[in-house]
């Protein structure tokens, strides 16, 4: 029977599919539970290794991950201090630093954060005009130029629009200006910069010098170059800051943006110095030296004024200058301060020192008269005066004012060497000075031991030494304060960032001869301007009417380098005198370097009038009272 089993008991059996199918499954899930317990094993495992690796990152490489990630972004920068000024005797700036900024986009970043951009606001319009739009506000800002630099706006344009990683757009931006271009194109980056500026121009450049404070050099090469700018440089230049900013990764480019800067050290601002130099004497000498030496036909000239009391130097000028802010276009010789680096034989000015040993030491007065013959012996060569003349009679004071070369030798003798060495030392000669200028000489003197037979028939007459413009000032300077020389500076005060005031040191005096000699002398030295009949001095053209004028001319022979002997046609020309010599408020000393072929060639002394004219104006001189009297030179 069908649907049963033998037996007739009904079947307990499955159908066959049914019974082959349930193992099958069986062996599936079994296999699904394996694959599934492997995945979560390894789901496990991955996640035991990644929160380890979270563990070590966040944990034991936090720090150290961190820091290195600051770096690639984080970079620090220097600060410049704001340099001091260089101020004259009266306040008036000589040199200071203006604050200004320089401008520099980053074309490629700035094209990538734009494309970003237009992606999500496809209506802002393309880079190009955004280009158009930048070239179009600095120009309107900054109008077609800026000391020199073209901002028009296709100079801009193509400037910002060149494929590179970073461009510098324009320097020195006054910073207001610079501030309203950032905020309206915050992709412009504005980097501090100061501006020196020399208000005089040339004026006083020697002394000065220059500073390369400005373009875009790194706070550690920023400095002075040449003059006081670079002698007093550890003064102005004050001391950097330090400041983090952010970066381009790899690149030294900062990123514009708030917030990308961070202050760590603040800058410290330089000193101030002030000056003895008083700038409206140091413009009225350098019109005067610069016309004297061209009518003169000199290679060079230089002149100086001393504070007869102080030994400040009032002013001090050379007849070539040079632009401090372009000193690329200066010549060598122009950077030069010719007067204390540059050495010659004084000539006659010289004598004063033998007329002040002389009476020093009580062999001579002024009235005293000498048989002076027209030349004379010195071991192995003959000395002569400048005239030819029989043995004449001459006053002591009339051997200076005639300049006769065989009278101060007479005088010179009866001294003696070690005496005349002594006073050398005393005036100065032969040693570097303290004035404070850079490139100041020490000129030359022969050691006492060195000194030959024919030595001492050169140096009283100002021949076998040399010196420097402001060492001949100096000598005159102490015979002008009374015998007492004081070394002459440059530097009157430090002024702090807050106006505290630090006067500098005087230096010391060196007591030359006594007050007695010095007046004396200066009378003696009066009748050089002398204008009388037959009882002229060399220097008359150097008198000023209403004021004793003491000083003398000088006229040295150069050196001939073919023959390596005494030339004959190139001389120093040179005067130092006194204003007033009945009391003393100036010297002046003036060189001249080879003149020749003109009516100015032979003597500075009309030089000398013009510059003793104008100090008894600008510092309103009183008149002396009384006139230097007429004394009698030879008879």
């Known amino acids: 029977m069908?649907?049963?089993?033998?037996?007739?008991?009904?079947?307990?059996?499955?159908?066959?599919?049914?019974?082959?199918?349930?193992?099958?499954a069986k062996r599936r899930g079994a296999n699904n539970r394996l694959r599934l317990l492997v995945g979560r094993?390894?789901?496990?495992?991955?996640?035991?290794?990644?929160?380890?690796?979270?563990?070590?990152?966040?944990?034991?490489?936090?720090?150290?991950?961190?820091?290195?990630?600051e770096q690639q972004r984080a970079t620090p920068v220097e600060i410049p201090a704001e340099r001091g000024?260089?101020?004259?005797?009266?306040?008036?700036?000589?040199?200071?630093?203006?604050?200004?900024?320089?401008?520099?986009?980053?074309?490629?970043?700035?094209?990538?954060?734009?494309?970003?951009?237009?992606?999500?606001?496809?209506?802002?319009?393309?880079?190009?005009?955004?280009?158009?739009?930048l070239a179009a506000f600095v120009h309107q800002t900054l109008g077609d130029e800026v000391r020199g630099q073209r901002t028009d706006e296709r100079t801009i344009l193509d400037t910002i629009s060149r494929d590179t990683s970073y461009v510098k757009v324009v320097d020195d931006v006054d910073p207001a200006k610079a501030a309203a271009?950032?905020?309206?194109?915050?992709?412009?980056?504005?980097?501090?910069?100061?501006v020196r500026v020399y208000p005089n121009g040339p004026l006083a450049s020697n002394i000065i010098g220059a500073a390369n404070w400005r373009e875009d050099q790194t706070p550690a090469s920023i400095g002075g170059l040449t003059g006081l700018e670079n002698s007093e440089n550890n003064v102005l230049a004050g001391r950097s800051g330090k400041k983090i900013v952010d970066t381009v990764q790899g690149d030294d480019v900062v990123i514009p943006g708030p917030g990308r800067e961070r202050e760590v050290a603040a800058a410290v601002p330089g000193k101030s110095i002030e000056l003895t130099i008083d700038v409206d004497t140091q413009h009225e000498l350098q019109k005067m030296i610069t016309d004297y030496t061209a009518k003169s036909g000199a290679k060079s000239g230089s002149a100086v004024v001393l504070d007869s009391s102080t030994g400040e130097i009032v002013a001090m000028v050379n007849d070539r200058v040079y632009d401090p802010t372009d000193i690329?276009?200066?010549?060598?010789?122009?950077?030069?301060?010719?007067?204390?680096?540059?050495?010659?034989?004084?000539?006659?000015?010289?004598?004063?020192?033998?007329?002040?040993?002389?009476?020093?030491?009580?062999?001579?007065?002024?009235?005293?008269?000498?048989?002076?013959?027209?030349?004379?012996?010195?071991a192995d060569r003959v000395v002569r005066d400048a005239w030819p003349h029989d043995t004449t009679t001459m006053t002591f004071t009339g051997v200076f004012a005639k300049s006769s070369n065989v009278g101060t030798l007479m005088a010179a003798e009866k001294v003696g060497e070690d005496a005349y060495a002594d006073l050398l030392t005393k005036f100065g000669l032969g040693v570097r000075g303290d004035s404070g200028l850079p490139g100041e000489e020490s000129g030359y003197v022969p050691p006492r031991n060195q000194w030959s037979g024919s030595t001492f028939g050169n140096l009283p007459i100002g021949q076998g030494l040399s010196m420097?413009?402001?060492?001949?000032?100096?000598?005159?300077?102490?015979?002008?304060?009374?015998?007492?020389?004081?070394?002459?500076?440059?530097?009157?005060?430090?002024?702090d960032d807050d106006g505290t005031r630090t006067?500098?040191?005087?230096?010391?005096?060196?007591?030359?001869?006594?007050?007695?000699t010095a007046a004396t002398v200066r009378d003696v030295f009066r009748a050089v301007v002398q204008d009388a009949p037959g009882q002229s001095g060399t220097g008359k053209a150097a008198a000023l009417p209403g004021y004793q004028?003491?000083?003398?001319?000088?006229?040295?022979?150069?050196?001939?380098?073919?023959?390596?002997?005494?030339?004959?046609?190139?001389?120093?020309?040179?005067?130092?005198?006194?204003?007033?010599?009945?009391?003393?408020?100036?010297?002046?000393?003036?060189?001249?370097?080879?003149?020749?072929?003109?009516?100015?060639?032979?003597?500075?002394?009309?030089?000398?009038?013009?510059?003793?004219?104008y100090l008894t104006q600008r510092y309103q001189i009183p008149m002396s009272a009384e006139q230097s009297p007429v004394v009698t030179l030879t008879r």
Not at 42 to 51: D, K, N
Not at 343 to 366: D, L, Q
């Open 2 to 24: 069908a649907g049963s089993s033998r037996g007739g008991r009904p079947s307990s059996r499955r159908p066959l599919s049914v019974q082959r199918g349930r193992p099958a």
């Open 41 to 69: 094993v390894l789901l496990i495992g991955a996640l035991v290794l990644a929160g380890g690796k979270l563990v070590q990152v966040q944990g034991f490489q936090a720090e150290a991950l961190s820091r290195q990630a």
């Open 85 to 133: 000024a260089i101020l004259d005797r009266n306040g008036n700036q000589l040199a200071f630093s203006v604050e200004a900024r320089s401008l520099a986009v980053l074309p490629q970043k700035a094209a990538q954060d734009w494309a970003t951009r237009l992606a999500a606001e496809p209506n802002i319009g393309s880079y190009e005009d955004h280009l158009e739009e």
């Open 181 to 194: 271009i950032v905020e309206e194109f915050p992709e412009v980056i504005s980097e501090y910069r100061a």
């Open 328 to 378: 690329g276009s200066a010549k060598p010789e122009d950077l030069r301060n010719a007067a204390v680096t540059d050495v010659f034989e004084p000539g006659s000015v010289n004598k004063i020192i033998t007329a002040a040993a002389a009476i020093e030491h009580g062999y001579y007065e002024p009235e005293t008269e000498l048989q002076v013959p027209g030349s004379t012996q010195v």
């Open 468 to 495: 420097t413009l402001l060492q001949m000032a100096g000598i005159y300077q102490a015979i002008a304060n009374d015998g007492e020389r004081v070394p002459p500076r440059v530097v009157r005060a430090q002024i």
């Open 503 to 516: 006067e500098a040191k005087r230096p010391d005096g060196v007591r030359v001869v006594s007050p007695e």
């Open 549 to 613: 004028i003491a000083g003398k001319t000088g006229t040295a022979q150069q050196i001939d380098e073919t023959c390596a002997c005494y030339s004959n046609s190139e001389y120093w020309i040179t005067f130092a005198g006194i204003l007033p010599a009945d009391d003393p408020r100036f010297v002046v000393a003036i060189m001249l370097d080879a003149p020749t072929g003109t009516p100015y060639s032979g003597s500075a002394a009309p030089l000398f009038h013009d510059i003793a004219s």
